[in-house]
């Protein structure tokens, strides 16, 4: 099946620093890709959604300026967290829309803000 | 009312036993998924679904859309089962998430 790559898998930064987190699909071409967020036993939150080549469309409460989306070709989407604070401390899914109704899931990064 | 609501919340069963999740949803959809995390938080996708019924090894996956009702059912079930289940309805936009059930599976 189609695959989903994140990177890092796990980052430990300081606070007021900036994370850079990285989405591929390895074999196929996602013309989106949605980054999602987690905290401990509590669901996914859908941040933003991601189209290749136009700007992210965020979800309400999101903010654009810290959590920085860069789509920039078919098959790689990147989050920057700004400014990190310990609160940003998360599980950070990605996920690539492949044709239809079709999505394949990254493995999540799991940042942690000291 | 969540638009996309999960029951049971948490499941134990024995090894062997028939498994079903529930999902019902109040939103139109092009689709529901079938998700399952391990605890290591990785997502894989199990199942989506527009209408009947799909069947994947030792899971199966139903779907009635006039009732707006899914179920995931998981046959002979195993340890290895253990996961969280999460069902997520799909509006073309964007993933609805269920709260996901939590599976034990015990030996």
């Known amino acids: 099946g189609a695959v989903v790559s994140q990177h890092p898998s796990r980052v430990i930064c300081k606070s007021g620093t900036s994370v850079k987190i990285e989405c591929r699909s390895l074999?196929?071409?996602?013309?989106?890709m949605f980054w999602y967020r987690q905290f401990p036993k509590q669901s996914l939150m859908l941040m933003a959604t991601?189209?290749?080549?136009?700007?992210?469309?965020?979800e309400q409460g999101v903010e654009k300026d810290k959590f920085l989306i860069n789509h920039a070709s078919l098959t790689l989407s990147t989050l920057t967290v700004t400014s990190a604070h310990p609160e940003d401390s998360s599980f950070y899914i990605c996920?690539?829309?492949?044709?239809?109704?079709?999505?394949?899931f990254g493995p999540g990064t799991r940042l942690t803000v000291t | 009312k969540n638009e996309v609501e999960q029951s049971p919340q948490n499941l134990t069963a024995q090894e062997g036993e028939f498994i079903t999740i529930n999902c019902s949803y109040s939103?139109?959809?092009?689709?529901l998924h079938w998700l399952q995390q391990h605890p290591g938080g990785g997502i894989v996708s199990l199942f989506m679904?527009?209408?009947g019924k799909k069947k994947h090894g030792r899971l199966i996956a139903t779907i009635n859309i006039q009732e707006k009702h899914s179920s995931l059912h998981i046959t002979a079930s195993h340890p290895r089962d253990s996961a969280v289940y999460i069902c997520?309805?799909?509006?073309?936009?964007?993933?609805?998430f269920g709260t996901g059930t939590r599976l034990q599976v015990f030996p």
């Open positions: 074999d196929f071409q996602a013309t989106t």
């Open positions: 996920s690539a829309r492949l044709s239809g109704y079709e999505q394949y």
């Open positions: 997520a309805a799909d509006n073309t936009d964007k993933l609805i």
């Open positions: 991601s189209n290749e080549g136009s700007k992210a469309t965020y």
């Open positions: 939103v139109g959809i092009s689709a």
């Open positions: 679904l527009s209408s």
